[in-house]
């Protein structure tokens, strides 16, 4: 006849209360009827009680009355494991173990008819022996279970969860039901890894790891059936053992993945995206799926330069880094094949990790740019325009394409001034400021090796490209490289009696300066363009005094026409 749970925890309780009240409970119970039973130590958390037919496993300590032990399984070094309530246990222990929790402690008193009753067991226990029992017990499972998962914690951001042919990455502690510790991978300082339904694990964590984020927490209880079975695992999990998994998925992949991208920021304007070959300069965190930060531009102060697609960085970045806009915010994900594999690199990347950039582009070009020339303003009427050799002033701003200021001719109060192709400027600088109308705004995108090269310069960056805003004020016409000045047409005949103002013989820097000003004044030639005629006037006189001694003579007098001729007849 079945008895109901709450009525045979009443019988117990009677019968204990008999024990108490009658005799005292381990004196001489006189005959009992029923298997006496003290819960002396009930766990806080009982997730579960032993039930009829359920699998148990169990340590006890048998003695008699008189407190000689016939029996202890602590003795053999196992536990013992078996179905309770199905006959295969003496009956006052089928009936003892049930109820019981997880760690729970129990002294049992089994009357003899409950026990081995009138036979005994020859040379163990005696006939009509009474017997008593301290147990614990360790595990609780049934054929019929199936996997216990409690998710522990999860990140907010899951993109995707583990699937079968997955390979992952975790840690774990493992625990028998009560508790026992057997292994933990944080004791060996590194990851298990693995992978995910292929047989290369038990069944329950096969199963239990599925449905994983990175970064997630999950307690996963495992029957034995899925796990190690009747055989136990060497000497640290039992037969029959049920097992906690504490796990802590640090990252996972497929080796059938590519690179996963998210754009975290795109500029609304995006004139064009780099490609293979192209030359990018980019800041960049580096952090393992859990968030372990392993590397960092931005700690060192400066950008990452290289090419792409060429090789030079992991094929995932080369990968990730294609079609990136100049200013572009991007999430670059990629699995260990496509970074540093099975070996990882250094201390700071394990074997198998999967790596992810969180990476802003500062700027990029190509070696076969050019200067890059928008034209903002360009007055009416503009006839003309800037040559090499011309003189011209001109407000700036310079800035990196992030947006960094860099310099400006408006900082010092007045516009910067330079002789157009002598190389006093960068080149791409150069560039954009010919065929300029007086009046005239651009804006100037110069490539690096236009503008300051791999190594830069004083404030600017190696490998940057430089955006220019500039305004020409005002511009002079320039004369030939090598000349100083120029005739707008025939020099007169008699060059040398006209310059020798008094007619001594002889030309000193006076009657020079006063001569050439004069040509200059009546349009019949010009000056090298500068801010300082004086000095150009002057450098003219040093030229044509060729002994240095204050005046020039009529054989030291020579058009540069003359000395180019002159030099041409001497090669030859």
């Known amino acids: 006849m079945a008895v109901a ?10 019968l204990l209360l008999l024990g108490i009240l009658g005799v005292p409970a381990l004196g001489d119970p006189g005959p009992l009827e029923d298997v006496v039973i003290d819960r002396y130590y009930i766990p806080k958390i009982c997730l579960r009680e032993a039930q009829m037919g359920d699998f148990i496993r169990y340590h006890y300590n048998g003695t008699f009355k008189d407190g000689k032990k016939f029996d202890s399984s602590y003795d053999r070094g196992a536990t013992v494991a078996g179905v309770v309530g199905v006959g295969r246990l003496i009956t006052g222990m089928d009936r003892g173990l049930q109820g019981m929790c997880v760690n729970e402690r129990r002294h049992l008193i089994v009357p003899p008819h409950l026990g081995y009753g009138s036979i005994g067991v020859a040379g163990l226990i005696p006939p009509d022996a009474t017997l008593y029992f301290d147990v614990v017990m360790l595990d609780i499972w049934n054929k019929n279970d199936k996997l216990q998962i409690t998710t522990l914690s999860k990140p907010e951001r899951c993109n995707r969860t583990v699937e079968n042919s997955d390979f992952v990455r ?11 510790p057997f292994d933990s991978s944080y004791s060996k300082g590194s990851t298990y890894d693995t992978y995910v339904g292929t047989g290369w694990l038990i069944k329950g964590m096969d199963q239990g790891l599925l449905g994983m984020c990175a970064g997630e927490k999950r307690s996963i209880i495992i029957p034995p059936f899925l796990a190690y079975g009747e055989k136990g695992y060497g000497t640290v999990i039992p037969p029959q053992a049920s097992l906690v998994f504490s796990v802590l998925l640090v990252d996972f ?30 800041h960049y965190n580096g952090t393992l799926m859990d968030g372990t930060l392993f590397d960092s531009s931005y700690s060192r102060n400066q950008t990452y330069n290289t090419y792409i697609g060429k090789g030079y960085i992991i094929p995932g970045m080369d990968q990730g880094l294609q079609g990136v806009c100049m200013g572009e915010q991007r999430r670059v994900v990629i699995p260990p094949h496509l970074a540093y594999g099975e070996n990882g690199a250094g201390d700071k990347i394990p074997g198998s990790a999967v790596l992810i950039f969180d990476v802003h ?26 040559r090499n050799r011309d003189f011209v002033r001109y407000h700036y701003n310079c800035s990196l394409l992030d947006g960094t200021r860099l310099f400006s001719s408006h900082d010092y109060g007045k516009p910067q001034e330079v002789t157009l192709g002598a190389n006093k400027v960068i080149e791409g600088l150069n560039s954009g400021l010919l065929d300029m109308c007086a009046g005239e705004r651009r804006v100037l995108i110069v490539p690096p090796h236009l503008g300051h090269g791999e190594s830069g310069a004083r404030g600017v960056p190696g490998s940057a490209v430089l955006r220019f805003e500039v305004e020409l004020i005002s511009m002079e016409e320039g004369v030939p490289e090598g000349y100083l000045f120029i005739w707008h047409g025939e020099p007169p005949a008699s060059l040398y009696e006209q310059m020798d103002l008094n007619k001594d013989g002889g030309i000193p820097a006076d009657e020079f300066s006063t001569f050439i000003k004069t040509q200059v004044a009546e349009g019949k030639g010009r000056l090298m363009p500068s801010s300082d005629p004086e000095k150009v006037i002057a450098d003219m006189f040093q030229n044509q005094d060729r002994n ?25």
């Open 5 to 14: 749970p709450g009525s045979r925890c009443l019988l117990l309780l009677f």
């Open 170 to 180: 975790y840690h774990y502690n493992g625990t028998l039901l009560d508790g026992t």
């Open 253 to 282: 992949h497929n080796p059938k993945d590519g690179v996963f991208l998210e754009h975290l920021e795109v500029p609304e304007s995006c004139k064009r995206r780099a490609v293979t070959g192209d030359f990018v300069r980019y």
């Open 361 to 386: 582009v500062i700027d990029f070009h190509n070696p076969a740019d050019p200067v890059e020339i928008e034209t903002t303003f360009r007055p009416e009427g503009c006839n003309v325009t800037t």
């Open 548 to 572: 240095q001694d204050g005046k020039i003579t009529p054989d030291e007098l020579k058009l540069k026409s003359d000395e180019d001729q002159e030099k041409i007849h001497e090669e030859l």
